[in-house]
T-cell receptor, first 110, second 114 residues
Framework: SQQGEEDPQALSIQEGENATMNCSYK?????LQWYRQNSGRGLVHLIL?????REKHSGRLRVTLDTSKKSSSLLITASRAADTASYFC??????????FGAGTTVTVRA | DTEVTQTPKHLVMGMTNKKSLKCEQH?????MYWYKQKAKKPPELMFV???????INESVPSRFSPECPNSSLLNLHLHALQPEDSALYLC?????????????FGSGTRLTVV
């Protein structure tokens, strides 16, 4: 079952710009994860943030988590054409289910 | 080996056919999953296996029958499917108790039911 919503649904940016997408969820979580999917292929795990963490960095990725608002954001800095993909947040709950948000489609223009 | 391998990559089957999707991983993960993804939608959880036992069935119709023969293999047996079952079927694996790790997904099987 879909856990939450992502905003925006689609994002088009110029190469070199930053891309920010947001995710909201409904229930309590153990962790929140972000995945990338290229053209309907498999999902690639990008970054995981635990429920007791507020911010995490990995390379050009920065993720924040606000458990009081049940929301998270993913920032991709200095975007590249290869970042063109769909991005999904996913929440893992106590019952070991990983549930995905609706996703944001990012297009990076050269 | 840090991959999840799914076969076949593409499958076309009739509504009276019986077919199977296969998934294999050698990362020592003790949890394996089947997800279904329709076009422009997020993946939806179907089944969870932990330590080779079915632990979660998300009310999936019985025409989908999962099987976990050992800790490295996961199958999804298909029988009497409907055209609306056409989708991308994704297999994933993960550590079960440790929740500091993400899931590893296969590249999926694109299923078309005719």
């Amino acid at each position: 079952s879909q856990q939450g919503e992502e905003d925006p649904q689609a994002l088009s940016i110029q190469e070199g710009e930053n891309a920010t997408m947001n995710c909201s969820y409904k229930t309590s979580i153990n962790n929140l994860q972000w995945y990338r999917q290229n053209s309907g292929r498999g999902l690639v795990h990008l970054i995981l943030i635990r429920s007791n963490e507020r911010e995490k960095h990995s390379g050009r990725l920065r993720v924040t988590l606000d458990t009081s608002k049940k929301s998270s954001s993913l920032l991709i800095t200095a975007s590249r054409a290869a970042d063109t993909a769909s991005y999904f947040c996913a929440t893992r709950s106590n019952d070991y289910k990983l549930s995905f948000g609706a996703g944001t489609t990012v297009t990076v223009r050269a | 080996d840090t991959e999840v391998t799914q076969t076949p990559k593409h499958l076309v089957m009739g509504m009276t056919n019986k077919k199977s999707l296969k998934c294999e991983q050698h990362m020592g993960h003790r949890a394996m999953y089947w997800y279904k993804q329709k076009a422009k939608k997020p993946p939806e959880l179907m089944f969870v296996y932990s330590y080779e036992k079915l632990s979660i069935n998300e009310s999936v119709p019985s025409r989908f029958s999962p099987e976990c023969p050992n800790s490295s293999l996961l199958n999804l047996h298909l029988h009497a499917l409907q055209p609306e079952d056409s989708a991308l079927y994704l297999c994933a694996s993960s550590h079960y108790e440790r929740d500091n790790y993400g899931y590893t997904f296969g590249s999926g099987t694109r299923l078309t039911v005719v």
